[in-house]
């Protein structure tokens, strides 16, 4: 998922550099499965076996208040469907405060 500006500066300095590839490699570049789809094992490039979909995996961070995080337990690689489905309650959250003005 992209990072929200407003987010940037929350981010460890050796992101795309350390953690991410970090991540990446753990995965094996196939999702690692979230808890609504424990088995999901869709492979970064390549069509999703359920949604058919290209993938494109990301780091999603399980703690959603700790971005600052270099713990690396807390984060997985998803592709779309588990990452998606993992943060909508977050993002309906910000996006109420949003709309509320609460940012």
């Not at 690692?32 to 961070?61: F, I, M, Q, W």
Request: charge should be positive; include cysteine.
């Amino acid at each position: 998922m992209p990072i929200r500006p407003e987010n940037k500066s929350r981010y460890p300095a050796d992101w795309k550099t350390g953690i991410v590839p970090f991540i990446r490699a753990r995965s094996g570049n196939a999702c690692e499965g979230s808890p609504a789809y424990p088995d999901c094992r869709a492979k970064n490039g390549e069509p999703h076996p359920v949604t058919g979909s290209r993938v494109v995996l990301t780091v999603a961070h399980l703690d959603h208040d700790n971005l600052e995080t270099r713990d690396t337990r807390r984060m997985r690689h998803w592709c779309q469907r588990c990452h998606n489905t993992y943060d909508a309650p977050h993002r309906a959250a910000g996006r109420k405060a949003r709309a509320a003005g609460r940012t």
